[in-house]
């Protein structure tokens, strides 16, 4: 039984590029929650998609978007990139969109330089 | 402004002897509660969590207690094992009723554990 998967695992950007990241959730799943943890913090919850919709935001800047696919899965997309976003991403599934039990993948190191 | 906190960043464990992490949270709408282990280079892994209709909840070695009055939850493992040695992650959920909370989960900064063979 595939768990939640991510890619890439690891990515250099260049400050003001984009970027994408994309999350598959385990079977069975259909909610996709995003976080970003950055050194020595805790993860900090972005948004969560259910449904295809975003169903709730936390405290980013709209430089961060997202998309959840029909399949469940989704994407975390950062413009305008800023040295300060270099962070772990973390992708959570759950069934529902109740956090009774979030499943997160291995994540995605994301380095801006 | 930390709505969950574990005030110990690292604690060291004898092999065998119980290990106790500790979590404080400051919104009275959190409502459920999970314990994630961290190793380096992977995601959190869920533990144990706990509704707060309970005051406790067990899974094998491992035990969360909580209460509410002091907004105190605590993690204990018995007996601890090397590979316990891990960064320790506290969160909470508001699930009821459904509010600005409900969708996420507030995570702490996390305890890292070394259990000492």
């Known amino acids: 039984d595939a768990g939640v998967t991510q890619s890439p695992t690891h990515l250099i950007k260049t400050r003001g590029q984009q970027v994408t990241l994309r999350c598959s959730p385990k079977?069975?799943?259909?909610?996709v929650s995003w976080y970003q943890q950055a050194l020595g913090q805790g993860p900090q919850f972005i948004f969560q998609?259910?449904?295809?919709?975003?169903?709730q935001r936390g405290n980013f800047p709209d430089r961060f978007s997202g998309h959840q696919f029909p399949n469940y899965s989704s994407e975390l997309n950062v413009n305008a990139l800023l040295l300060g976003d270099s962070a772990l991403y973390l992708c959570?599934?759950?069934?529902?969109?109740?956090?009774?039990?979030?499943?997160f993948g291995q994540g995605t190191r994301l380095t801006v330089v | 402004d930390q709505q969950v906190k574990q005030n110990s960043p690292s604690l060291s464990v004898q092999e065998g002897r119980i290990s106790i992490l500790n979590c404080d949270y400051t919104?009275?709408?959190?409502?459920?509660f999970l314990w994630y282990k961290k190793y380096p280079a992977e995601g959190p892994t869920f533990l144990i969590s706990?509704?707060?209709?309970?005051d406790k909840n067990e899974d094998g070695r491992f035990t969360v207690f909580l209460n509410k009055s002091a907004k105190h939850l605590s993690l204990h493992i018995v007996p601890s094992q090397p590979g316990d040695s891990a960064v320790y992650f506290c969160?909470?959920?508001?699930?009821?009723?459904?509010?600005?909370?409900?969708?996420?989960?507030?995570f702490g900064k996390g305890t890292k554990l070394s259990v000492i063979p």
């Open positions: 959570a599934s759950s069934l529902g969109h109740l956090n009774t039990e979030a499943f």
């Open positions: 079977s069975g799943h259909d909610t």
């Open positions: 998609y259910y449904e295809e919709e975003e169903r």
């Open positions: 919104n009275s709408m959190f409502d459920y």
């Open positions: 706990i509704s707060s209709i309970k």
């Open positions: 969160a909470a959920s508001a699930l009821f009723p459904s509010g600005a909370g409900s969708y996420q989960l507030t």
